[in-house]
């Protein structure tokens, strides 16, 4: 009865995630004479389930490093007292932004871009031809020295998203963003699309001279 829960646990312990407990208990069960093969199998699942947690751990742990790297700059760059101005065109990962002042600190930006998608044929719902819409794109951003914060947001020309069987769905969501100056020339930062997504923008021209001193707050 001993050695027959001394064969089980370490299955019992892998699925319960206990896996340096696990690992033990079934190596010390594979030095006993005549061990079952269950034994054998719990203690390569073992260290398979310990190998794939180390390396989700340092997967997490280099995530976590990045993030606060990121927020580090984003907070230091909130805190510079001459900032580099933002409006003019900036190329993104999906389109040219023209980005023109609303008001004092606050900026929009507008640009477009076109997207694929395929129709329905007719109700046998066999794909059909490439549909092209217009994606248009705009952003709502306010300063905080040399950093940005604010929303993006994605509409087809029909006012909602197309999906990819060509059916009309909802309007996107407006989407957090946040930017940083990490020179003149290039601004960093995160959207949060259910997870975060890292963009870059790259200046293509600017409206006035790009350095300017900002007034006490």
């Not at 079934?26 to 699942?45: I, P």
Request: charged content about 25%; overall charge neutral.
């Amino acid at each position: 009865m001993k050695r027959s829960l001394m064969e089980t646990w370490p299955q019992k312990l892998i699925t319960a995630g206990f896996l340096s407990e696990a690992r033990e208990r079934a190596e010390r069960a594979v030095a006993v004479s005549g061990h079952h093969q269950n034994v054998v199998a719990a203690l390569s699942t073992a260290a398979e389930a310990e190998d794939a947690e180390n390396k989700t751990t340092d997967e997490l742990r280099v995530k976590a490093s990045k993030k606060q790297s990121f927020m580090k700059k984003l907070g230091e760059a909130s805190l510079a007292t001459e900032a580099f101005d933002i409006r003019g065109q900036w190329q993104t990962g999906e389109c040219s932004l023209l980005i023109t002042s609303r008001e004092a600190g606050t900026f929009e930006g507008a640009g477009e871009y076109e997207e694929e998608s395929r129709g329905l044929t007719g109700l046998g719902g066999l794909f059909g031809t490439k549909i092209s819409k217009v994606v248009r794109v705009t952003v709502r951003l306010r300063q905080l020295g040399n950093a940005f914060e604010g929303t993006i947001t994605k509409n087809s020309e029909s006012g909602g998203s197309v999906t990819v069987l060509g059916i009309l769905a909802a309007p996107q969501q407006e989407r957090p963003l946040v930017l940083y100056f990490d020179d003149e020339t290039r601004l960093l930062g995160r959207v949060h699309n259910y997870h975060y997504e890292d963009v870059t923008w790259t200046r293509l021209a600017s409206m006035e001279p790009q350095a300017k001193v900002l007034s006490s707050q």
